[in-house]
């Protein structure tokens, strides 16, 4: 991996700083950027990306949990190429589009849903989850949706409006009204309690939640199985049972935020949300599906995909190019075994740095399941006081070190592994190593 051609300084930024300065000049400040000198990803291999100097790093982040599969996977870019050369590449959905349908028929197949289900495609989380708002409320007639704090479901008003995180919610405008339940965060127990003698209290606020701040027949309630921006907040095993029990008692439906957790990535299950013993009524999803393809998706029970009166298309959405690459991801993921993958490199990651954790001060918690783990650096294991700063000096550190990882987290504090699906047991060594070093240089500065 590996730096082996010296520090930024020796062999120059491959135009990074003149890039950067023409990005302030035309690109909004608040479309974040990571690292002090912000880098240029210009190539991709499996599990590596190359700067614009060449310099090599591991890729623990993917995108923001995106290249599931991987850079240049050969299977999709086979298939692209392909289709490209069909000279169809955007039809709109006024003709028929023969891999819109076949991934229509492979993610209901996919789907934990009971009773017959239908897709919708579109070409973002944030606009599958606007998709799944308008379903869900056209459905039930209600504007009422409850959601978790600490939650992050995208960009638009209506994800926005359910998002419960003040650093992304950029406005209080809403079509809807919102509840915001209380989030299954253990490590920092909103109520104060310690898991397992807590008895799941955030999970049986539920009810107060539904009784008090709801007519009580709200549309739905939306969740991710793990909160993903939120700092892979990993609810204890119990929670979506005792969630979903509460929500059948008022027949609410629930709604699976996929977005991050979905295709293997927890290495339990396909969804998230299965690996909690949970069917939902609908689920989103985007991101790994199109293994950086824009392309996103809600996957519902029939009545509620059908309860749309007017028309509604998207012009994009679903394209021949999006979904022919799609379904040569979902194919290179079943072939290859992708989730046991996660399954098995995860629990050896886990294990690595489970170790930091008992090691360094700083290091609060490891959490997470599969290939999706986070770990929350702290001022002391004490105070739990969160330490934004000394998580971005690890972040600089790692990178220093030809590691890219992802940062996230209510405070900023949380650091992000969410590496391609294919990553190996030698690559996840490499990156507890470089972590090592990463944290013992932050916490001794
Ligand atoms: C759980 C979740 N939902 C929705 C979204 C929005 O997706 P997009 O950025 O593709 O609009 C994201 C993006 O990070 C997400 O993590």
């Given at each position: 991996?590996?730096?082996?051609?010296?520090?930024?300084?020796?062999?120059?930024?491959?135009?990074?700083?003149?890039?950067?300065?023409?990005?302030?000049?035309?690109?909004?400040?608040?479309?974040?950027?990571?690292?002090?000198?912000?880098?240029?990803?210009?190539?991709?291999?499996?599990?590596?990306?190359?700067?614009?100097?060449?310099?090599?790093y591991l890729d623990f982040?993917?995108?923001?949990?995106?290249?599931?599969?991987?850079?240049?996977?050969?299977?999709?870019?086979?298939?692209?190429?392909?289709?490209?050369?069909?000279?169809?590449?955007?039809?709109?959905?006024?003709?028929?589009?023969?891999?819109?349908?076949?991934?229509?028929?492979?993610?209901?197949?996919?789907?934990?849903?009971?009773?017959?289900?239908?897709?919708?495609?579109?070409?973002?989380?944030?606009?599958?989850?606007?998709?799944?708002?308008?379903?869900?409320?056209?459905?039930?007639?209600?504007?009422?949706?409850?959601?978790?704090?600490?939650?992050?479901?995208?960009?638009?008003?209506?994800?926005?409006?359910?998002?419960?995180?003040?650093?992304?919610?950029?406005?209080?405008?809403?079509?809807?009204?919102?509840?915001h339940a209380i989030e299954?965060?253990?490590?920092?127990?909103?109520?104060?309690?310690?898991?397992?003698?807590?008895?799941?209290?955030?999970?049986?606020?539920?009810?107060?939640?539904?009784?008090?701040?709801?007519?009580?027949?709200?549309?739905?309630?939306?969740?991710?199985?793990?909160?993903?921006?939120?700092?892979?907040?990993?609810?204890?095993?119990?929670?979506?049972?005792?969630?979903?029990?509460?929500?059948?008692?008022?027949?609410?439906?629930?709604?699976?935020?996929?977005?991050?957790?979905?295709?293997?990535?927890?290495?339990?299950?396909?969804?998230?949300?299965?690996?909690?013993?949970?069917?939902?009524?609908?689920?989103?999803?985007?991101?790994?599906?199109?293994?950086?393809?824009?392309?996103?998706?809600?996957?519902?029970?029939?009545?509620?995909?059908?309860?749309?009166?007017?028309?509604?298309?998207?012009?994009?959405?679903?394209?021949?190019?999006?979904?022919?690459?799609?379904?040569?991801?979902?194919?290179?993921?079943?072939?290859?075994?992708?989730?046991?993958?996660?399954?098995?490199?995860?629990?050896?990651?886990?294990?690595?740095?489970?170790?930091?954790?008992?090691?360094?001060?700083?290091?609060?918690?490891?959490?997470?399941?599969?290939?999706?783990?986070?770990?929350?650096?702290v001022a002391d294991g004490?105070?739990?006081?969160?330490?934004?700063?000394?998580?971005?000096?690890?972040?600089?550190?790692?990178?220093?070190?030809?590691?890219?990882?992802?940062?996230?987290?209510?405070?900023?504090?949380?650091?992000?592994?969410?590496?391609?699906?294919?990553?190996?047991?030698?690559?996840?060594?490499?990156?507890?190593?470089?972590?090592?070093?990463?944290?013992?240089?932050?916490?001794?500065?």
């Open positions: 991996m590996a730096n082996d051609r010296g520090s930024g300084d020796e062999i120059g930024d491959g135009g990074a700083a003149e890039l950067l300065a023409r990005h302030r000049r035309v690109l909004p400040s608040w479309q974040l950027l990571y690292y002090e000198r912000p880098i240029e990803l210009v190539r991709g291999e499996g599990t590596r990306v190359w700067d614009g100097a060449g310099r090599e982040f993917g995108g923001i949990v995106t290249t599931i599969s991987g850079h240049l996977m050969r299977r999709m870019v086979d298939a692209l190429t392909e289709q490209i050369h069909r000279g169809i590449n955007h039809t709109s959905t006024l003709y028929l589009i023969r891999p819109q349908v076949e991934l229509a028929e492979r993610l209901t197949s996919l789907a934990p849903i009971d009773g017959a289900t239908k897709a919708f495609f579109v070409s973002s989380g944030t606009e599958a989850i606007e998709t799944a708002l308008l379903l869900a409320t056209s459905w039930r007639r209600s504007n009422e949706i409850v959601a978790l704090r600490n939650s992050y479901h995208g960009r638009s008003f209506g994800a926005v409006g359910i998002t419960g995180n003040k650093s992304w919610a950029a406005t209080s405008f809403t079509p809807l009204k919102v509840s299954p965060y253990c490590y920092r127990c909103p109520l104060k309690l310690s898991y397992p003698q807590c008895g799941i209290a955030c999970a049986e606020d539920l009810r107060n939640v539904i009784e008090t701040t709801t007519t009580g027949r709200p549309a739905a309630m939306i969740a991710e199985p793990i909160q993903g921006v939120g700092g892979f907040v990993t609810p204890p095993q119990e929670y979506f049972q005792i969630v979903k029990g509460i929500l059948d008692e008022f027949g609410i439906p629930f709604v699976a935020d996929e977005v991050q957790t979905g295709f293997g990535r927890t290495g339990e299950a396909f969804w998230g949300i299965e690996s909690y013993g949970v069917r939902p009524d609908a689920i989103v999803c985007a991101k790994g599906l199109g293994n950086g393809l824009a392309i996103g998706a809600v996957v519902g029970r029939e009545e509620m995909v059908e309860s749309i009166e007017a028309n509604s298309i998207s012009t994009f959405g679903g394209n021949p190019l999006a979904t022919t690459g799609a379904l040569a991801n979902l194919d290179f993921i079943r072939d290859r075994d992708l989730q046991q993958n996660a399954y098995k490199v995860g629990s050896f990651l886990m294990r690595g740095l489970k170790d930091l954790e008992e090691r360094f001060e700083i290091v609060g918690e490891v959490r997470g399941k599969g290939l999706m783990v986070g770990i929350e650096i004490a105070s739990k006081r969160p330490d934004p700063a000394a998580a971005a000096r690890v972040m600089e550190g790692a990178r220093e070190r030809g590691l890219l990882v992802g940062k996230g987290g209510l405070y900023g504090n949380v650091l992000r592994l969410s590496p391609p699906l294919i990553v190996t047991e030698d690559d996840a060594a490499r990156a507890v190593e470089t972590l090592d070093a990463a944290i013992a240089g932050a916490a001794g500065s």
